[in-house]
């Protein structure tokens, strides 16, 4: 009920907002922009057959003064989903904190970004949302090796007497702001990243830095990342090392993941995509090479329709999922 | 028909200084002139200084000639990609430039805010304005 209430509420937006177009959020005043996005999907495997609402989101964000700057986002996920296997559902109808941060420009080469926000690794990170993304599911790079969110501080701009190289340093020092919704909780995490956009066709960089877990382990991490587009064929890439020491058992460890991904545009709405990933964590002693094969249709951009296939070197894994989202 | 003539050439010129646009400031800003990159970074809203000096940029409406002629030499990009490149900025909670309805209200904007950037056709260009990129 909740959720066709959100739906409500936007769309009385949407036709308040005299010209909108679907993508671009409704500017309600010089202050506020609002925006949000859904997306559903079917997955079926050897062992589930799951239907989800998964992401529900609402975001507003706008300028307060000509250098300050500020983005709320709030999102239920999995807001309800029902496995037909297992014959079970679930809901979690709470929407929790996503991003809630102030971004003050100083100047070109300092910024200052406060509060909680999404961490500034690679690429996968930065557009995690179903309709951003060229296929259903993510590598497993993007949910193992580092948090997602960081509560904390980013001090990010243009390095001085590299005009194309941008870089992050970013530290927090306490708990999440809403410590349910991140990947690995974790009261301590630093790092430093940095991107060289050679051009805005060839884009790479990577970052490196360290966080402790709740249950006191101190991971150190270092990841690199690379993307090329040419007209209808782009390639990206990420990789990602941890090095685990475990303060209650002394036992130090490694985890490793990486994945390839192409995407070729067969027109302006359809396009094929292509992923390999690896991953191996010495702790759980899990190795697993997955291939993806996919298509996706977009009759606008921030509409996607996509199916793919997921094949694991464990056959159980195997999988084919088929998404719907949009971003308004 | 020299008269016709030089008339007819007169004309041309105008027509061909129309299609030229510029990129400028007001003459009181301090403003450094940007490498084109910088110019591309600041009007994909990706870079709000230029030195010390903080910017906002102006652009024209969507179906404007002219701003369809920036896209293609200074910011390189198509329609289309710049279309996704918003819609992705959306989520991170970054809009595009503000737009102004015509030149003459381009022209009108730059001179009164401070740290304006946008572009004229160089037939609009005057004394109060400094050209710091020509496409």
Redesign the interface.
């Known amino acids: 009920m909740r959720f066709f209430l959100i739906l409500f509420f936007i769309f009385t937006l949407l036709a308040n907002a005299g010209h909108y177009e679907l ?3 409704v ?1 309600l005043h010089e202050k506020l ?1 609002v ?1 949000g ?1 859904f997306s559903t999907d079917y997955e079926v495997s050897e062992t589930k057959r799951l239907a989800r609402l998964d992401d529900v989101a609402v ?1 507003a ?1 706008g300028n307060l003064t ?2 300050l ?3 709320t986002e709030l999102e239920a996920a999995p807001y309800f989903q029902r496995d037909f296997r297992a014959n079970t559902q679930a809901y979690d109808r709470h929407f929790h904190k996503e991003r809630v941060y102030l ?1 003050y ?1 100083y ?2 080469m300092a ?1 200052f970004r406060l509060g909680k926000q999404i961490t500034p690794i690679g690429y996968w990170n ?2 995690p ?1 179903n309709v ?1 993304r060229e296929t259903s599911s993510n590598p497993l790079l993007s949910s193992k090796m580092f948090p997602k969110f960081l509560t904390g501080l980013d001090i990010y701009g ?1 390095l001085p007497w590299f ?2 190289v941008t870089y992050h340093i970013f530290m927090q020092n306490n708990r999440d702001i809403d410590k349910e919704y991140i990947n690995i909780k974790n009261e301590h995490f630093f790092g430093i990243s940095l991107e060289n956009e050679d051009s ?1 066709d060839f884009q790479y960089g990577g970052s490196f830095g360290e966080f402790i877990t709740e249950d006191r382990k101190r991971t150190h991490f270092a990841q690199l990342n690379a993307k090329y587009e040419l007209s209808n064929l782009s390639f990206q890439s990420e990789v990602a090392l941890n090095h685990i020491d475990n303060h209650v058992t002394t036992i130090k460890s490694y985890k490793f993941a990486a994945y390839l991904q192409s995407h070729y545009r067969i027109s ?1 709405k359809h396009a094929l995509v292509g992923r390999y990933e690896y991953f191996n964590d010495d702790t759980t002693n899990i190795s697993n090479h997955i291939g993806i094969f996919g298509y996706s249709y977009r009759p606008i ?2 509409v996607s329709l996509k199916a793919e296939y997921q094949w694991n070197s464990d056959e159980k894994l195997n999988k084919f999922i088929t998404s719907f989202s949009v ?1 308004f | 028909m020299k008269y016709f003539f030089t008339i007819f050439i007169i004309l041309l010129i105008q027509l061909s200084a129309a299609k030229y646009g510029v990129v400028v400031t007001s003459q009181k800003s301090e403003v450094e002139i940007p ?1 084109l ?2 110019l591309r970074d600041v009007f994909l809203m990706k ?6 000096t ?1 910017v ?1 940029p102006i652009n024209m409406l969507l179906a404007s000639t002219l701003r369809q002629r920036f896209e293609k030499n200074v910011l ?2 198509s329609r ?1 990609r710049l ?2 490149y ?3 900025q ?4 970054i ?1 595009p430039p503000i737009t102004q309805a015509s030149a003459r209200s381009v022209k009108l904007f730059i001179k009164n805010v401070e740290g304006a950037i946008g572009y004229l056709p160089l037939s609009l260009v005057d004394d109060d304005m400094r050209v710091l990129y020509e496409f």
């Open positions: 993508g671009h959020g500017k922009r925006g996005y975001l964000y000509p250098e700057s500020y983005l971004d420009q100047s070109e910024n930065l557009e949302i951003l243009y005009n194309s805005m302006a951009y921030p971003l | 490498t990159r910088q870079r709000h200084y230029v030195g010390d903080k906002l390189k990009i289309e279309n996704k918003w819609i992705k959306h989520f991170q909670g809009s």
